[in-house]
């Protein structure tokens, strides 16, 4: 095992991608930053809803904050593309997953699915399949109406408790101090 394992690792160190070239990617595109941004909170979050999901009987404060945190997300990659940007806008129309689904199952395999598409267009400068994109945002809408569904919890609702918490973390405007100050959190 160790002779492979070894060759393996120096095989993965000439292979991957330097990380000043993917630089020179995002440096000449902010866009696609930004959309690695989001796709990286998308995965983030689909975690946390995810585990929340699997407690005995899950947090829905907790579910409401990270739910809304997911959606966040989605709606960031609007900026990205026109056809990524009708998935959100869509999304009132959009129907919840069939009752005997797994919204779990789902919102990882779409999040996944995503950040594949989106690791190939960053990191080897393949175009994107916004259409292959779109479908996974309405796969993440899907899961996520059918968690709000499962465990009473308005989409209404979650989109108020995220705006209301990061009107307060942000007060407007981003900033990297206030992400880490995360003021709206000092008296829970």
């Known amino acids: 095992m160790e002779g492979i394992e070894n060759k393996h690792i120096e095989m993965v160190k000439s292979l991957s991608k330097p990380g000043e070239e993917l630089n020179k990617t995002l440096e000449t595109n902010p866009l696609l930053s930004q959309a690695v941004h989001m ?3 998308i995965c ?4 946390e809803v995810v585990s929340l999901l699997g407690e005995f009987k899950p947090d829905t404060n907790k579910l ?3 739910l809304g945190d997911l959606l966040f997300y989605c709606r960031g990659l609007e900026v990205y ?3 990524l940007n009708a998935a959100c806008i869509a999304m009132e129309t959009i129907k919840p997953l069939p009752e005997k689904s797994s919204p779990e199952k789902a919102l990882t395999k779409a999040a996944g699915k995503l950040a594949e598409l ?5 990191a080897y400068n393949k ?9 996974q945002l309405v796969h993440i809408y ?7 569904s499962k ?3 308005s989409v209404e609702k979650v989109l108020q408790c995220n705006y209301d918490k990061l009107s307060v973390r942000y007060q407007g405007k981003y900033s990297d101090e206030a992400a880490i100050k995360r003021v709206d959190q000092k008296n829970e």
Do not use: Q, R
């Not at 989106?118 to 960053?122: A, D, L, V, Y």
């Not at 899907?142 to 709000?148: E, L, T």
């Open 44 to 47: 983030g979050e689909v975690e």
């Open 127 to 135: 175009p994107l399949d916004e259409s292959a994109a779109f479908l």
């Open 151 to 153: 465990t009473d919890i």
């Open 142 to 148: 899907a899961s996520v109406k059918a968690v709000c």
């Open 64 to 66: 409401k904050l990270e």
């Open 81 to 83: 593309s026109a056809s």
């Open 39 to 41: 796709v990286l909170g």
């Open 118 to 122: 989106f690791k190939k267009h960053w």
